[in-house]
């Protein structure tokens, strides 16, 4: 690089998956490659909500003077201001899949309700670098920006295999300040799923 400033750049973390009956949770990392871990078969007969994460959230390589931001929508497009952007390759929106198992063949037809919460992500520091993610964005009829803390109800209807789904893109907005330094910046961000109502 013939800069003096350091990139922020993409390095690899590990995401898993956590699974209750009525209620299930997941992290992602905004900008890091994904290492997706199978989630756990469901038990014989009994249902199962999960939360899998099919890819994360990635910003690209870049390098910041002082301050800066990267904006990645829910449809892949990306902004940014104060950068200077040293690999687009691989940026684009997480994507998550929300599962249910009923754990059994039945071929009942259900109607499935679920809310969806994004908490707030925790705010990144490391040496001279720190970071904050916001301005969540989905490609959720309804929900194209959405605030922590606030519920996103999405339906799942008609359901009649032993497993129905729903798959949903999230984006968001990368503000990045540098008074020395720099490296690779990975912040988590928790989503909870609750079944509501099953008819």
Not at 111 to 127: H, N, R, T
Request: charged share 20%.
């Amino acid at each position: 690089m013939k800069s003096n400033f350091h990139p922020a750049q993409a390095r690899r973390s590990q995401i898993g998956t956590r699974r209750f009956r009525w209620r299930t949770a997941s992290a992602l990392a905004a900008f890091s490659w994904l290492t997706l871990f199978a989630s756990p078969a469901a038990i014989a007969n009994q249902s199962a909500l999960r939360i899998i994460s099919n890819s994360e959230l990635r910003f690209g390589t870049f390098a910041v003077p002082t301050r800066g931001f990267r904006e990645v929508s829910a449809s892949g497009a990306v902004t940014s201001a104060g950068v200077f952007v040293l690999s687009d390759t691989g940026t684009g929106p997480a994507r998550f899949t929300v599962e249910y198992d009923r754990g059994n063949n039945g071929r009942r037809r259900m109607d499935l309700e679920i809310e969806l919460v994004m908490s707030a992500p925790p705010a990144f520091g490391s040496g001279g670098l720190t970071a904050r993610l916001s301005r969540y964005q989905t490609d959720l009829p309804g929900y194209s920006f959405i605030e922590p803390g606030q519920v996103i109800r999405i339906e799942m209807l008609n359901c009649v295999q032993r497993v129905c789904s729903r798959s949903f893109n999230v984006g968001g907005r990368l503000d990045v300040e540098r008074i020395f330094g720099g490296g690779p910046i990975a912040i988590p961000i928790p989503v909870d799923a609750v079944l509501v109502s099953v008819r």
